[in-house]
């Protein structure tokens, strides 16, 4: 019996072992003129995940595994399913298995605040993206959400004149959805005859769903909406349907935030509301925490914020390349696929 | 095996003998030798695996998980089932944000207000469960339910964080105490985290009630054969909501922990917690032959489980591996239980 | 007058060994054609392994089994069944579906034949049911759930299932401990009839007056093997003699003269409707209650045990109001009871002998709650010893020990500490006979400074313990005879209220 169980373990062991071989088997001796521990041994690093769940995660975990690949870095991906404690005591199990250097990915301040203090006391080098650990020596990897609410915006105004009535989607108590809210504050005071005539927003799930019937109740309170700012393509998605459905979809405009495959065909649909999103690419912020760890290790201090620029994305530009989805719009526009962000010559690109 | 032997007057043969005794110890001692295999070959693997300091990170990784399934071990000793442990611990975690955040009261009130409400459920379990007479498992599901939903009400919805929008308009004044979070975070001589010492102490204060006080041993023969127990003169409908209590309060006891170790009102903090801690206790029903639910087995149960884990992870497996060797663990334990158990028999 | 007496199942040289237990020892047994076989023996002696070998429950591990001459060997008890053997067992609990209907189960090996009907009507299933009802001369409510049936009810049941495929051999194991004498009765005119249309027939009981009444000859086994034969009439001082190795001594009993009186019940009415009585149960006197099923003797016992209020009436214990609140009340005065069925009521089968002995008195053994194990193992050995209780050690499982000395266990529970009054419902229900020995010389031995009061349908089981017999009939007491000079006779009558064709006496 105990035998057989035995095997089993081997088995699973060697399994989980052979997945992490390409990574170590790629440059065990490091890489020739880098700097730092880079130009002596192979690099240990350890991704450690809040959210994991869904395409932008998908993305953004492809983008760290390259261009780990890309600099024959040992990475251990350490995956705690939104579970806060479970994070915390996986950031001290990675400092436990020895790694050079942690990438925090999302998470909560206060449970991470203290143990990643106490790694970065303890001379393990710390990145972190789209988490606030509270500390001068973990860089800050962010896509720039004002910049992102800005980009949609200024598109709005572009196709609309500076005076219309908008509705405006929004749950407050959501990071970045606040930071979203905090430029469409000021795009409101600085342009005072657009008139938010109304608010709504849900996170009850499916959101969109949700967020359509909210918004179907809304359009028939208030016809006269021309424009509709969703700065969450969950969001965008639910006020696209109550459009479509109240046979609206010439008369009202909408502007989000995100991007993803099911987002695109939504948007280059005949006569789509869906005007403009402004995204940033989750696999580019995935090469980016990584190239900025990588330049920490090699004792070059990558900045206290390392802000990833985000893409506005047009109907009209889908349309005139014809891009259907994710893939071709990475191929084609090539200011979404890559940043010059967190960059040096010894750092290779990654194969994309 | 066994020849038939041809001497009919010789007695039982000496090889029969010993193979029962193997057998015996396999039943017996079966899963921690898995357990010691399992940490060995781990530590071949990822040297960095047997360091104390890894082994102090098991032990913390579990001290949450451990003391919902200590509680859930009572119910499950009295024959009963208490699925309402993981709401209960996201409750007291809630509730302790709550008062520390938004009422702005210090550690003890928030401590208070745990207990309390981990003590009340299981005391609404208890009364469900004896003079609802609802079937255990469907009253602790309806709890769980419940529970789940109550914790969000006060905040609608939402997490509780330091300077959080109040419903009403306002902001939240206050912060998790010092002294709270230490709870969750503090190592006595920087090493050993203090949630480890808490669940060794809970688990060590369980132990001899269950095992040598004569509660623990009436809570047993509930489990074995309530009626008997009945006509034994214990007071049977009082021992069933003790139970209720005893798994309600250990589950506030775990809330807290995390609620310190997270440090915000978390909505999804604890959602694993109901299924770990049950499996743990599953675990524990083979744990030296025990055959049913008991305090010792569920610590090396929840042990068993946060040292594979831990393996795992260092071994870089990907979490659905990690859960199907949980599952893997589960069904064998329970093979020990049962399947040897039976044919042990005649 | 050849053919009758043919061999319908011969056995030769059945063995079956568990672990280092010889439980089956080269066992011989023709049964004939028309006849009633009484298979005897204590608890323990094999007939329950031999029955299950025969059955196909388990394989023999050597000798043969003959059935109308052919050899046969079953890997299963479908194949027994479609050899013709058809067997009624004991715990009678697991021979029906709970859940399903009278008819249901009346009709089950039907419904789960693997080549049986797909889809069942409920028109067809209640026409079989009352056909195979006609057999017994039932009348059962064919469409009530079986749970809501008694034991003797349901034992009915399963045995008018098994007589519904004609089958060549009929083995009963214990048929009437859970029957009513009428229910008795009839069963055993059944069984003369079958016997009469050439069904071979394996009766296993305890009752010497079942065996009396109905078999041929009488089989004893001990030990797992053969010990002697016996045709009737019976000898059963030798039967008794070759089952348990010494005979039972039944010297004219006299009767203890009771004490002052510890219980009084006055004007007590257990349901509405039945007639008030008064009962006193005294100190050092040891009274038998008995009657038929269904005559509110454990019900009496409820009463006085906290777990059932009596309609109206008092209770005085030591001449102070007594009405228990629940058992727990019940022991803190002083009152003891073993109920009915120690498997489902007093034991817990995953306990030691100890833990189950010492369970009511837990506090009397803890200091500061936690339980002295070296106060409890003491006690417990003193009951075991006292009461001859035959485990390996108190640490034993109870599971491990005959129902015998499991029952043993049970008395040695309330015989732990002293009380006012004692009861014990059915303490002889699958005890063998040496074990009721014992039960009933310690019962005597610890009579004094206390009331007895033992529950016992079987009247042999009851005027061998008793000073005196009460008699219940319709929940309320009928008569009350000392145990000099009693005529079974005027028992039996009173009991029924019609004059007894069964011959007790």
């Given at each position: 019996m105990s035998t057989t169980r035995r095997h089993v373990l081997t088995a699973l062991a060697g399994a989980s072992l052979a997945s992490a071989l390409p990574f170590s088997a790629a440059r065990a001796a490091g890489i020739a003129g880098a700097p730092g521990i880079f130009g002596k041994r192979q690099v240990k690093i350890a991704l450690v995940r809040y959210l994991s769940t869904g395409d932008f995660f998908q993305f953004y975990l492809a983008g760290v595994t390259r261009q780990a690949a890309a600099l024959g870095i040992d990475l251990h991906v350490l995956d705690s399913r939104q579970d806060a404690a479970l994070q915390a005591e996986m950031l001290a199990q990675a400092m436990n298995m020895g790694v050079d250097g942690i990438i925090l990915q999302h998470g909560l301040t206060e449970t991470l605040k203290d143990p990643a203090a106490r790694a970065v006391a303890e001379g393990f080098k710390v990145v972190a993206f789209d988490v606030n650990c509270e500390n001068p020596k973990i860089p800050q990897i962010e896509q720039n959400d004002r910049e992102l609410a800005r980009l949609s915006l200024e598109q709005a105004i572009r196709d609309n004149g500076e005076a219309f009535k908008a509705g405006y989607v929004y749950v407050p108590g959501i990071a970045p959805l606040d930071r979203r809210d905090e430029t469409w504050q000021a795009v409101k005071k600085k342009y005072p005859k657009i008139v938010e005539v109304a608010r709504w927003g849900t996170m009850n799930n499916p959101i969109a769903n949700s967020v359509a019937d909210q918004t179907a109740a809304v359009l028939r309170a208030n016809p006269d909406i021309k424009m509709i700012f969703a700065p969450f393509d969950e969001f965008a998605k639910g006020v696209k349907t109550a459009v479509d459905e109240a046979g609206l979809s010439k008369q009202i405009k909408i502007y989000s935030a995100d991007i993803s495959t099911p987002d695109i065909s939504a948007m280059i649909e005949k006569d789509s509301a869906w005007s403009a999103t402004t995204a940033t690419n989750s696999a580019v912020v995935g090469e980016v925490c990584v190239r900025s760890l990588a330049l920490l290790l090699a004792g070059i201090d990558p900045g206290r914020e390392v802000v990833v620029p985000p893409t506005l994305i047009t109907q009209a530009m889908l349309a005139e390349k014809g891009i259907k989805n994710m893939e071709e719009l990475a191929a084609k526009i090539p200011q979404f696929s890559r940043a010059e962000v967190a960059m040096a010559p010894w750092i290779p690109e990654p194969k994309r | 095996m066994q020849t038939p032997s041809s001497v009919q007057t010789s007695p039982a043969p000496e090889p029969r003998r010993v193979s029962f005794s193997l057998k015996d110890f396999v039943i017996k001692f079966g899963l921690l030798v898995i357990l010691a295999v399992m940490i060995v070959v781990f530590w071949r693997l990822e040297p960095a695996f047997g360091s104390a300091r890894n082994m102090f990170s098991i032990l913390q990784a579990v001290s949450v998980t451990a003391l919902l399934a200590l509680g859930v071990t009572v119910t499950l000793a009295i024959g009963g089932f208490d699925l309402s442990i993981g709401s209960t611990a996201a409750m007291s975690l809630m509730a302790s944000s709550y008062v520390m955040?938004?009422?702005?009261?210090g550690t003890l009130p928030a401590i208070a207000v745990c207990l309390f409400l981990g003590l009340a459920i299981g005391f609404a379990n208890g009364m469900l469960i004896v003079k609802g007479r609802i079937p255990d498992l469907l009253a602790t599901l309806g709890m769980m339910f419940l529970l789940l939903g109550l914790q969000l009400i006060p905040t609608g919805g939402r997490s509780i964080a330091k300077g959080m929008t109040l419903p009403s308009g306002g902001s939240a004044q206050g912060s998790f105490t010092e002294t709270f979070l230490a709870l969750g975070r503090y190592r006595v001589f920087?090493?050993?985290p203090l949630p480890v010492i808490v669940m060794i102490v809970a688990a060590i204060l369980l132990w001899v009630f269950m095992e040598r006080s004569r509660y623990g041993r009436v809570l047993y023969a509930i489990g074995g054969n309530e009626k008997a127990t009945r006509l034994a003169g214990a007071p049977v409908e009082r021992y069933k909501i003790a139970a209720y209590m005893i798994s309600g309060g250990f589950a506030s006891v775990g809330g807290m922990l995390l609620a310190a170790r997270v440090g915000r009102g978390d909505v999804s903090s604890g959602s694993s917690l109901l299924l770990d801690s049950v499996a743990a206790a599953l675990i524990g029903f083979a744990v030296l032959g025990a055959k049913k639910p008991n305090v010792f087995g569920t610590a090396i149960g929840a042990l068993f489980v946060g040292t594979l884990l831990n393996g795992l992870t260092m071994l870089n497996a990907p979490y659905y591996a990690q859960d199907f060797v949980k599952g893997l663990v589960l069904v064998l334990a329970l093979l020990f239980t049962f399947g040897f158990a039976s044919s042990n028999h005649r | 007058m050849n053919s009758d007496t043919v061999d319908a199942v011969r056995v030769r040289g059945l063995t079956k060994r568990f672990g280092s237990t010889q439980a089956v020892d080269s066992v011989d047994l023709d049964v004939r054609r028309g006849e009633v076989l009484a298979l005897m023996g204590a608890n323990g002696a094999g007939k329950s392994t031999l029955i299950k070998i025969l059955c196909g429950v388990h394989p023999a591990d050597s000798g043969t089994i003959e059935i109308d001459g052919r050899p046969v060997a079953f890997r299963s008890p479908l194949e027994a069944r479609a050899a013709g053997i058809h067997t009624v067992h004991q715990l009678i609990n697991d021979g029906v579906v709970q859940q399903l209907s009278v008819a249901e189960n009346l009709v089950l090996d039907e419904i789960c034949r693997p080549d049986g009907p797909r889809m069942l009507s409920r028109d067809r299933i209640h026409a079989q049911a009352r056909d195979i009802q006609a057999i017994l001369g039932l009348d059962l409510p064919l469409g009530r759930a079986m749970s809501e049936l008694g034991q003797a009810e349901r034992q009915l049941v399963a045995i008018a299932r098994a007589l519904s495929h004609e089958p060549k051999l009929l083995i009963l194991d214990e048929p009437t401990s859970s029957l009513s004498e009428s229910e008795a009765s009839r069963l055993f005119e059944i069984i003369e009839d079958l016997r009469s249309r050439g069904v071979a027939i394996v009766y296993i009981s305890h009752r010497m007056s079942d065996i009396r009444r109905l078999a041929d000859r009488a089989v004893v086994m001990r030990d797992g093997r053969w010990r002697a034969e016996f045709a009737a009439p019976f000898d059963f001082d030798a039967i008794i003699h070759a089952m348990i190795g010494h005979s039972v001594t039944d010297g004219g009993r006299v009767a203890v003269p009771g004490g002052p009186v510890a219980m009084a019940l006055r004007d007590v009415v257990l349901r509405p409707g039945a007639e008030p009585f008064d009962l006193d149960l005294c100190e050092g006197e040891v009274v038998v209650l008995t009657g038929l099923i269904g005559s509110g003797k454990s019900e009496l016992a409820e009463c006085l045990f906290g777990t059932r209020k009596p309609v109206s009436g008092r209770v005085l214990l030591d001449d102070a109001p007594y009405a228990p609140r629940d058992p727990g009340d019940a022991i803190a005065r002083g009152v003891h009871m073993a109920p009915e069925d120690r498997g489902n009521s007093s034991l817990v089968v995953d306990f030691s002998v100890r833990h189950n002995m010492t369970l009511p008195f837990l506090s009397v053994f803890s200091r500061l709650t936690l339980v002295d194990p070296e106060r409890e193992r003491v006690a417990a050995e003193k009951q075991s010893g006292d009461l001859g209780i035959k485990c390996a050690s108190t640490d034993a499982p109870i599971v491990s020990l005959s129902g015998g000395n499991q029952q043993k266990v049970v008395l040695g529970r309330w015989l732990l500490q002293p009380c006012r009054l004692l009861m014990l419902d059915e303490p002889f229900q699958g005890v063998d006979i040496g074990a009721r020995q014992d039960i009933g010389r310690r019962l005597r031995e610890t009579a004094d400074g206390r009331a007895t009061l033992v529950i016992c349908t079987d009247l042999e089981e009851a005027t061998e313990i008793a000073d005196r017999i009460v008699v219940m009939r319709d929940f309320s007491i009928v008569g009350s005879h000392s145990i000099e000079g009693i005529s079974l006779d005027r028992l039996v009558h009173q009991m029924t209220s019609v004059k007894s064709a069964t011959t007790l006496a």
């Amino acid at each position: 019996m105990s035998t057989t169980r035995r095997h089993v373990l081997t088995a699973l062991a060697g399994a989980s072992l052979a997945s992490a071989l390409p990574f170590s088997a790629a440059r065990a001796a490091g890489i020739a003129g880098a700097p730092g521990i880079f130009g002596k041994r192979q690099v240990k690093i350890a991704l450690v995940r809040y959210l994991s769940t869904g395409d932008f995660f998908q993305f953004y975990l492809a983008g760290v595994t390259r261009q780990a690949a890309a600099l024959g870095i040992d990475l251990h991906v350490l995956d705690s399913r939104q579970d806060a404690a479970l994070q915390a005591e996986m950031l001290a199990q990675a400092m436990n298995m020895g790694v050079d250097g942690i990438i925090l990915q999302h998470g909560l301040t206060e449970t991470l605040k203290d143990p990643a203090a106490r790694a970065v006391a303890e001379g393990f080098k710390v990145v972190a993206f789209d988490v606030n650990c509270e500390n001068p020596k973990i860089p800050q990897i962010e896509q720039n959400d004002r910049e992102l609410a800005r980009l949609s915006l200024e598109q709005a105004i572009r196709d609309n004149g500076e005076a219309f009535k908008a509705g405006y989607v929004y749950v407050p108590g959501i990071a970045p959805l606040d930071r979203r809210d905090e430029t469409w504050q000021a795009v409101k005071k600085k342009y005072p005859k657009i008139v938010e005539v109304a608010r709504w927003g849900t996170m009850n799930n499916p959101i969109a769903n949700s967020v359509a019937d909210q918004t179907a109740a809304v359009l028939r309170a208030n016809p006269d909406i021309k424009m509709i700012f969703a700065p969450f393509d969950e969001f965008a998605k639910g006020v696209k349907t109550a459009v479509d459905e109240a046979g609206l979809s010439k008369q009202i405009k909408i502007y989000s935030a995100d991007i993803s495959t099911p987002d695109i065909s939504a948007m280059i649909e005949k006569d789509s509301a869906w005007s403009a999103t402004t995204a940033t690419n989750s696999a580019v912020v995935g090469e980016v925490c990584v190239r900025s760890l990588a330049l920490l290790l090699a004792g070059i201090d990558p900045g206290r914020e390392v802000v990833v620029p985000p893409t506005l994305i047009t109907q009209a530009m889908l349309a005139e390349k014809g891009i259907k989805n994710m893939e071709e719009l990475a191929a084609k526009i090539p200011q979404f696929s890559r940043a010059e962000v967190a960059m040096a010559p010894w750092i290779p690109e990654p194969k994309r | 095996m066994q020849t038939p032997s041809s001497v009919q007057t010789s007695p039982a043969p000496e090889p029969r003998r010993v193979s029962f005794s193997l057998k015996d110890f396999v039943i017996k001692f079966g899963l921690l030798v898995i357990l010691a295999v399992m940490i060995v070959v781990f530590w071949r693997l990822e040297p960095a695996f047997g360091s104390a300091r890894n082994m102090f990170s098991i032990l913390q990784a579990v001290s949450v998980t451990a003391l919902l399934a200590l509680g859930v071990t009572v119910t499950l000793a009295i024959g009963g089932f208490d699925l309402s442990i993981g709401s209960t611990a996201a409750m007291s975690l809630m509730a302790s944000s709550y008062v520390m955040v938004i009422l702005d009261l210090g550690t003890l009130p928030a401590i208070a207000v745990c207990l309390f409400l981990g003590l009340a459920i299981g005391f609404a379990n208890g009364m469900l469960i004896v003079k609802g007479r609802i079937p255990d498992l469907l009253a602790t599901l309806g709890m769980m339910f419940l529970l789940l939903g109550l914790q969000l009400i006060p905040t609608g919805g939402r997490s509780i964080a330091k300077g959080m929008t109040l419903p009403s308009g306002g902001s939240a004044q206050g912060s998790f105490t010092e002294t709270f979070l230490a709870l969750g975070r503090y190592r006595v001589f920087d090493l050993i985290p203090l949630p480890v010492i808490v669940m060794i102490v809970a688990a060590i204060l369980l132990w001899v009630f269950m095992e040598r006080s004569r509660y623990g041993r009436v809570l047993y023969a509930i489990g074995g054969n309530e009626k008997a127990t009945r006509l034994a003169g214990a007071p049977v409908e009082r021992y069933k909501i003790a139970a209720y209590m005893i798994s309600g309060g250990f589950a506030s006891v775990g809330g807290m922990l995390l609620a310190a170790r997270v440090g915000r009102g978390d909505v999804s903090s604890g959602s694993s917690l109901l299924l770990d801690s049950v499996a743990a206790a599953l675990i524990g029903f083979a744990v030296l032959g025990a055959k049913k639910p008991n305090v010792f087995g569920t610590a090396i149960g929840a042990l068993f489980v946060g040292t594979l884990l831990n393996g795992l992870t260092m071994l870089n497996a990907p979490y659905y591996a990690q859960d199907f060797v949980k599952g893997l663990v589960l069904v064998l334990a329970l093979l020990f239980t049962f399947g040897f158990a039976s044919s042990n028999h005649r | 007058m050849n053919s009758d007496t043919v061999d319908a199942v011969r056995v030769r040289g059945l063995t079956k060994r568990f672990g280092s237990t010889q439980a089956v020892d080269s066992v011989d047994l023709d049964v004939r054609r028309g006849e009633v076989l009484a298979l005897m023996g204590a608890n323990g002696a094999g007939k329950s392994t031999l029955i299950k070998i025969l059955c196909g429950v388990h394989p023999a591990d050597s000798g043969t089994i003959e059935i109308d001459g052919r050899p046969v060997a079953f890997r299963s008890p479908l194949e027994a069944r479609a050899a013709g053997i058809h067997t009624v067992h004991q715990l009678i609990n697991d021979g029906v579906v709970q859940q399903l209907s009278v008819a249901e189960n009346l009709v089950l090996d039907e419904i789960c034949r693997p080549d049986g009907p797909r889809m069942l009507s409920r028109d067809r299933i209640h026409a079989q049911a009352r056909d195979i009802q006609a057999i017994l001369g039932l009348d059962l409510p064919l469409g009530r759930a079986m749970s809501e049936l008694g034991q003797a009810e349901r034992q009915l049941v399963a045995i008018a299932r098994a007589l519904s495929h004609e089958p060549k051999l009929l083995i009963l194991d214990e048929p009437t401990s859970s029957l009513s004498e009428s229910e008795a009765s009839r069963l055993f005119e059944i069984i003369e009839d079958l016997r009469s249309r050439g069904v071979a027939i394996v009766y296993i009981s305890h009752r010497m007056s079942d065996i009396r009444r109905l078999a041929d000859r009488a089989v004893v086994m001990r030990d797992g093997r053969w010990r002697a034969e016996f045709a009737a009439p019976f000898d059963f001082d030798a039967i008794i003699h070759a089952m348990i190795g010494h005979s039972v001594t039944d010297g004219g009993r006299v009767a203890v003269p009771g004490g002052p009186v510890a219980m009084a019940l006055r004007d007590v009415v257990l349901r509405p409707g039945a007639e008030p009585f008064d009962l006193d149960l005294c100190e050092g006197e040891v009274v038998v209650l008995t009657g038929l099923i269904g005559s509110g003797k454990s019900e009496l016992a409820e009463c006085l045990f906290g777990t059932r209020k009596p309609v109206s009436g008092r209770v005085l214990l030591d001449d102070a109001p007594y009405a228990p609140r629940d058992p727990g009340d019940a022991i803190a005065r002083g009152v003891h009871m073993a109920p009915e069925d120690r498997g489902n009521s007093s034991l817990v089968v995953d306990f030691s002998v100890r833990h189950n002995m010492t369970l009511p008195f837990l506090s009397v053994f803890s200091r500061l709650t936690l339980v002295d194990p070296e106060r409890e193992r003491v006690a417990a050995e003193k009951q075991s010893g006292d009461l001859g209780i035959k485990c390996a050690s108190t640490d034993a499982p109870i599971v491990s020990l005959s129902g015998g000395n499991q029952q043993k266990v049970v008395l040695g529970r309330w015989l732990l500490q002293p009380c006012r009054l004692l009861m014990l419902d059915e303490p002889f229900q699958g005890v063998d006979i040496g074990a009721r020995q014992d039960i009933g010389r310690r019962l005597r031995e610890t009579a004094d400074g206390r009331a007895t009061l033992v529950i016992c349908t079987d009247l042999e089981e009851a005027t061998e313990i008793a000073d005196r017999i009460v008699v219940m009939r319709d929940f309320s007491i009928v008569g009350s005879h000392s145990i000099e000079g009693i005529s079974l006779d005027r028992l039996v009558h009173q009991m029924t209220s019609v004059k007894s064709a069964t011959t007790l006496a």
